[in-house]
T-cell receptor
Framework: DVKVTQSSRYLVKRTGEKVFLECVQDMDHENMFWYRQDPGLGLRLIYFSYDVKMKEKGDIPEGYSVSREKKERFSLILESASTNQTSMYLC?????????????FGPGTRLTVT | AQSVTQLGSHVSVSEGALVLLRCNYSSSVPPYLFWYVQYPNQGLQLLLKYTSAATLVKGINGFEAEFKKSETSFHLTKPSAHMSDAAEYFCAVTHQGSTLGRLYFGRGTQLTVWP
């Protein structure tokens, strides 16, 4: 079974802090994704990566950056956390066409910025 | 451009009743369509997917969905709701030939099941 793990289930940070959210997958997938989930808005794509050191902006990249130094790990960085970044963050990985485009999700990190 | 519209952000049914969750998609090329389920405090789990084979797709937990090209729909159904079906459901679309495999998600439908 594919496993996607996220470093924390719950995180509380202060405004202005730099925040790192880590995601690791164990299936050698090329593609990895970061979403944020807010009530009534569904999943919104922040960034995705299709190879080591390669990244693409999603729909809401402002205030975020990402890092992919190893194939299995994709990090989301909040450079200076703000209260409007309080949300659930979901990571996913995919083998793309080879896997029928199925995305596998981690359990999520619920981030609160105070 | 691709997009998904889920009609009804909340659906309530009685246990044993039919579940119908609606999804309409927009895609200029043949789509791949997905339904995911999210139980409280968990990530998303794939229920079923359509990839241009049979138009009626069966998934886990007794759910199925029918692809109707003429209606650009991919509605999710289950004949008899169970309490354990209470969750949030997301419809998603991508297209054949997508090199990066990005999925476009709907806003979700929260299903409540009454005893």
């Amino acid at each position: 079974d594919v496993k996607v793990t996220q470093s924390s289930r719950y995180l509380v940070k202060r405004t202005g802090e730099k925040v790192f959210l880590e995601c690791v997958q164990d299936m050698d997938h090329e593609n990895m994704f970061w979403y944020r989930q807010d009530p009534g808005l569904g999943l919104r794509l922040i960034y995705f990566s299709y190879d080591v050191k390669m990244k693409e902006k999603g729909d809401i990249p402002e205030g975020y950056s990402v890092s992919r130094e190893k194939k299995e790990r994709f990090s989301l960085i909040l450079e200076s956390a703000s209260t409007n970044q309080t949300s659930m963050y979901l990571c996913a990985s995919s083998a793309g066409l080879a896997g029928g485009y199925k995305q596998y999700f981690g359990p999520g990190t619920r981030l609160t910025v105070t | 451009a691709q997009s998904v519209t889920q009609l009804g952000s909340h659906v309530s049914v009685s246990e044993g009743a039919l579940v119908l969750l609606r999804c309409n998609y927009s895609s200029s090329v043949p789509p791949y369509l997905f339904w995911y389920v999210q139980y409280p405090n968990q990530g998303l789990q794939l229920l079923l997917k359509y990839t241009s084979a049979a138009t009626l797709v069966k998934g886990i937990n007794g759910f199925e969905a029918e692809f109707k090209k003429s209606e650009t729909s991919f509605h999710l159904t289950k004949p008899s709701a169970h309490m354990s079906d209470a969750a949030e459901y997301f419809c998603a679309v991508t297209h054949q030939g997508s090199t990066l495999g990005r999925l476009y998600f709907g806003r979700g439908t929260q299903l409540t099941v009454w005893p």
